[in-house]
């Protein structure tokens, strides 16, 4: 059987463009950002809103969750920004799932430190507050509660106040001061959630009692802004 020259130089140029083609995608995979994963896909289950993606790697398998889209086994994915949640159950599957991870940026694409995506504005600064359900707590004696400070915070404006409340949230050490949250169960309007600035640390779910001056349009900046805002507050037995 005869080779004819072309079919040579067509087989040397195959053979030689291969380790090139293998030793670009090794690149890629080297170049990803730390905190990037690399997975492949080993089961994919649709809903209406989401797909839900078994996937394997380093001998591992977990399932994650991705806004719906269009996933196939087998093939390679990538992915670095998400939270766990143990014990999820997913109402439409009727299944409860151990431990699932809910990504944000799952991609074909490897993710690297020049393709990742910054951190979104809204994860910056203040954060929307979310109304707790089955919150009641009575009215300090002598003090006012959420929905009158709200109501009424131009007389309250530049004057000492005590509140209780339920503790929601708790952030320590942000611009030398701690950041609570409280609720009360009581609201104006949609205002139902008071930021207290204090260097006292309380835990979430603790009810607490507080005094301190109401400030009004408070700016702190990088995001921090609050039309109503109890500073300067001092824990209360």
């Not at 835990?203 to 507080?210: A, E, N, Q, S, W």
């Amino acid at each position: 059987m005869k080779i004819h020259f072309r079919d040579q130089i067509i087989a040397l140029l195959f053979f030689a463009i291969l380790p090139a083609c293998q030793s670009g995608n090794d690149k890629k995979d080297a170049d990803l950002a730390p905190n990037a994963h690399k997975v492949k896909a080993e089961e994919v289950i649709q809903t209406s809103a989401y797909t839900y993606v078994r996937v394997s790697a380093d001998e591992r398998d977990y399932w994650i969750a991705i806004s719906k889209m269009d996933v196939r086994t087998g093939k390679t994915y990538y992915w670095s920004e998400g939270s766990e949640m143990r014990n999820f159950t997913s109402k439409e599957l009727k299944r409860t799932f151990r431990s699932i991870f809910f990504i944000q940026d799952f991609s074909e694409v490897p993710i690297t430190l020049a393709t990742q995506a910054p951190p979104e504005p809204q994860q910056q600064g203040r954060q929307e507050a979310v109304e707790h359900w089955g919150i009641s707590v009575a009215k300090a004696d002598g003090g006012v509660s959420i929905g009158e400070l709200y109501s009424r915070r131009k007389s309250f404006e530049g004057k000492t106040v005590r509140i209780r409340g339920e503790v929601v949230k708790f952030s320590g050490g942000i611009m030398n001061r701690n950041w609570v949250h409280i609720q009360d169960g009581t609201k104006d309007g949609d205002n139902f959630d008071l930021t207290i600035t204090t260097q006292d640390s309380v835990k979430v779910g603790d009810l607490v009692l507080f005094e301190g001056k109401v400030a009004l349009d408070k700016d702190f900046g990088a995001g921090y802004f609050y039309g109503l805002i109890l500073e300067e507050a001092r824990l209360k037995k």
